[in-house]
């Protein structure tokens, strides 16, 4: 199938991956039908894919509500005829110590993050299984392997997201034409940092080397010409996989010392509900709107240096435990 008559389902598409994603398969000629809870970023982002040379139309949809995701479903069914690929990259963050944050905003974390993607294959499942064909793309993020602290509503969510889509793989491992395809960025710059709920008092800021939202749009878009289940971007899957089996409380401990430090030494700023619970009133772009260099190779670099630093963390505390 070509992309000339590819056609695509986006939730999540209003801002960031999503809407570099939408704009990547509008420069192929797709057929986009496009999701979210804010109708600004929604129309900004169709007249973009629209330039870019594909068609797109919009509606705006509460992801959490089922009823809603089934709805918008149809209407994405109706509109392309039948959907070829659905993108799942609706999310949410909270930053804080767990302690130190609402219980709803956790739980509405875990609703976003993980909730609204089991809705979305609730919707989209049958209509894959009727086509006999399709491919449901899942963002879940780095964080799918790696806990974060400071974020441990996010890291259950991700964990939980990464083990419902390896169960939902199994399950349509007998349709040949049905594809369940999970992607892992590491931290990518786009405008959910603006949009996270922040506890700490500290003004959040990007690490060096942040990836372009248009490096994991083009990873998206390389799955709908050949899916396959595990695609991390930044880092090599396998250090992934062995960052969490060999050493799994070496990254999270590391990552809380940093974290740490940070919201100490950090710019102060006002806690914040960002846009946990309601849409931005704005187009925000893909962009997060700080200043930094993108990692426009896919982080093929940065991945080596992350890869040899786990193997190595790795060895280390076998040896450590031979010598206990």
Known sequence: MTYSTRRVVIMGASSGIGAATAIAFARQGAQLVLGARGREGLEDV????????????IKTVDATDADAVAAFARFARRTLGEI?????????????????????????????????????????????????????????????FVASPYAAAYSASKFGLRGFSEALRAEVGDRRHIHVCDVYPLFVDT?????????????????PGVLAPETVADAVVELGRRPRATTAVGAPASALKLSEFATPHLAAAGMHRFLSAWSKKAKRTPVTEGALYAPTARADGLYSGQRGRHDRS????????????????????????KRG
């Open 191 to 207: 405008p959910g940092f603006k949009h996270a709920a922040n506890y700490t008092g500290a003004r959040m800021k990007f690490p």
């Open 84 to 144: 070829d690929l659905w993108f799942s990259n609706v999310g949410a963050g909270v930053v804080g110590k767990y302690a130190d944050v609402p219980l709803a905003d956790h739980h509405r974390v875990i609703e976003t993050n993980l909730i609204t993607h089991m809705n979305d294959a609730h919707a989209v499942l049958p209509i894959f299984l009727e086509q006999d064909h399709g491919i449901w793309v899942n963002m879940i993020s780095a964080g799918g």
């Open 298 to 321: 896919g982080g093929r670099n940065k991945g080596l240096v992350i890869g040899a630093a786990v193997v190595a963390a790795a060895l280390g505390a076998q040896l450590l435990r």
């Open 46 to 57: 169709a007249w973009r894919c629209r330039q870019a040379g594909g068609t797109a139309e």
